[in-house]
């Protein structure tokens, strides 16, 4: 049994987490609710905007929209989405589990190239062979997240789309933690280039037809980068709501769990005072006993 001096101090080390725990599921729990507000705020324009774009570029010629161009993919750069700071549960753990899937399984035998955003993805794949290499990309976008605005997160997207208007990539796909609630971030999958026009129901399906000025082609090419200016950016702030969300989860059942151990080693330290009084009880008997005989 550990003496009591080391019971006392594991008390104190647990009591000195369970502060830092509890304090960083408070500062999460704050910031949480301004990153919610700002992607719920952020999708019904940014999906709105897709949509329309999406059936006003279907229907102009392919060899005039180069951001619908269908060739035979080959190369696919994914843009891979973590945090740059850590104790936030499966949150960025997810994310690298899903790229190794992609690369693994739907993009097998392809030539994969991965662009990370975020300091975890980085250290993930920056020794492997999939770690973005070319000079016409950046390589470290850790910085986006310090101030997270679109005005910063515009240029990298434009470095992205010339990666694919050029041919220098057929398909490029965004994988990030979609935002449901605190508690809940779903891996997600999302295809930024080429666009597709999105699949409606045949039952609900109907013509929509824009009355566009100047021309369709000057609205499509001139809005449509802007569009994925803004899908990039939704994508950032999804993320960055769910680490909040998964930082506040994981941090409640750290505290909690060392509450628990705090009175587990509480009850182990009674239980050895106790035993140690009743040894020394015994021994002043004994002794006494000794001298009368």
């Given at each position: 049994m550990p003496s009591l001096k080391e019971v006392r101090n594991k008390i104190t080390s647990v009591g000195s987490t369970m502060q830092i725990t509890s304090a960083m599921k408070m500062v999460s729990a704050a910031k949480l609710k301004r990153a919610q507000d700002a992607v719920v705020q952020m999708r019904p324009y940014a999906n709105k905007l897709k949509e329309i774009l999406a059936n006003a570029s279907a229907s102009v010629d392919a060899s005039d929209n180069v951001y619908a161009r269908n060739n035979q993919v080959k190369n696919i750069l994914i843009v891979a989405i973590s945090s740059n700071r850590g104790l936030a549960g499966a949150f960025n753990s997810n994310i690298i589990k899903k790229v190794n899937s992609l690369i693994q399984n739907e993009y097998s035998g392809l030539d994969v190239t991965v662009l990370p955003v975020g300091k975890k993805v980085q250290d993930a794949f920056r020794k492997t062979r999939y770690f973005i290499t070319g000079q016409d990309l950046p390589h470290h976008n850790n910085e986006l997240f310090d101030k997270l605005n679109y005005d910063n997160v515009a240029p990298v997207v434009e470095k992205i789309i010339n990666v694919?208007?050029?041919?220098q990539f057929d398909k490029?796909?965004?994988?990030y933690n979609h935002f449901r609630n605190a508690a809940m971030q779903v891996p997600t999958e999302e295809?930024?280039?080429?666009?597709v026009a999105p699949q409606n129901d045949a039952k609900n399906a109907r013509a929509v037809d824009y009355i566009f000025?100047?021309?369709q082609e000057f609205i499509?090419?001139?809005?449509?980068?802007?569009?994925?200016k803004i899908q990039f950016y939704k994508a950032l702030l999804d993320s960055v709501a769910s680490e909040h969300g998964a930082r506040m989860t994981a941090m409640h059942k750290a505290t909690d769990n060392a509450k628990a151990m705090q009175r587990e080693l509480k009850i182990t330290y009674n239980k050895a005072r106790q035993a140690s009084i009743t040894k020394e009880i015994l021994e002043i008997v004994g002794g006494a006993e000794a001298l009368k005989g």
């Open positions: 694919f208007v050029t041919g490029i796909v965004l994988v295809q930024l280039l080429p666009m000025e100047p021309s499509v090419n001139e809005l449509i980068p802007r569009s994925l």
